[in-house]
């Protein structure tokens, strides 16, 4: 079946440094989205990226969509401690419904 | 507030019982889903509901089951409970029907079931 894979796991940074987290699919995919999670906390859309090459931006969150559609990333630039959290990547199959398969997450900490 | 509702927020119950867990979409969204997340463990997803009806099907157990009703709002029922069911349990919603109108989801933020 679908595997949607992240790395890293973990993550470790000092505020102000940059973070980049890297998603990969062992299928084509229709979309990728991507949603934080606080600590304690529920996960949260950020956004959706839909076509190959695709490149967003929100702030300093920098979202790619790789050209065979099958990996994606996110990079923070200069990173907050309010940036603490883990970040998924859930991809939806070229061949399913709406059903989206979410990556084992990567967890960011930002050291003060 | 998501505008997605779960309850009960956290559940403490014996092996061998059974439990219910509710969710209330998002008003306007059809689509209700159901994930997983153990400790630590990603989201993992169990069964996913479109008006009413049963649209895909995750690693769901036998002992587990859901429906959604006329309302929209679902339950999943969780039977014959072992300790290693205890997890957060979270509901999501979403408007859309197919991948082609995929907006992605919104959370609630969860039931912490405690199997002891």
């Known amino acids: 079946g679908q595997q949607v894979m992240q790395i890293p796991q973990y993550q470790h940074v000092q505020e102000g440094e940059d973070f980049t987290t890297y998603c990969n699919s062992s299928?084509?995919?229709?979309?990728i989205q991507w949603y934080k999670q606080r600590p304690g906390g529920h996960p949260v859309f950020l956004i959706q990226?839909?076509?190959?090459?695709e490149v967003k931006k929100q702030k300093r969150l920098t979202f790619q969509f790789g050209e065979a559609k099958k990996n994606s990333s996110l990079h923070i630039t200069a990173t907050q401690t309010t940036d603490v959290g883990t970040y998924f990547c859930?991809?939806?199959?070229?061949?399913?419904?709406?059903?989206?398969?979410f990556g084992p997450g990567t967890s960011l900490s930002v050291i003060p | 507030d998501s505008g997605v509702t779960q309850t009960p927020k956290h559940l403490i119950t014996a092996t061998g019982q059974r439990v219910t867990l509710r969710c209330s979409p998002r008003?306007?969204?059809?689509?209700v889903y159901w994930y997983q997340q153990s400790l630590d463990q990603g989201l993992q997803f169990l069964i996913q509901?479109?008006?009413?009806?049963?649209?895909a099907k995750g690693n769901i157990l036998e002992r587990f089951s859901a429906q959604q009703f006329p309302d929209l709002h679902s339950e999943l029922n969780l039977s014959s409970l072992e300790l290693g069911d205890s997890a957060l349990y979270f509901c999501?919603?979403?408007?859309?029907?197919?991948?082609?109108?995929?907006?992605?989801?919104?959370f609630g933020s969860g039931t912490r079931l405690t199997v002891v």
């Open positions: 299928t084509t995919l229709s979309n």
């Open positions: 859930a991809g939806t199959q070229k061949t399913s419904y709406d059903k989206v398969i």
């Open positions: 509901y479109y008006n009413g009806e049963e649209r």
């Open positions: 999501a919603s979403s408007v859309a029907r197919d991948r082609r109108s995929n907006y992605g989801y919104t």
């Open positions: 990226l839909v076509k190959s090459g």
């Open positions: 008003s306007g969204d059809l689509s």
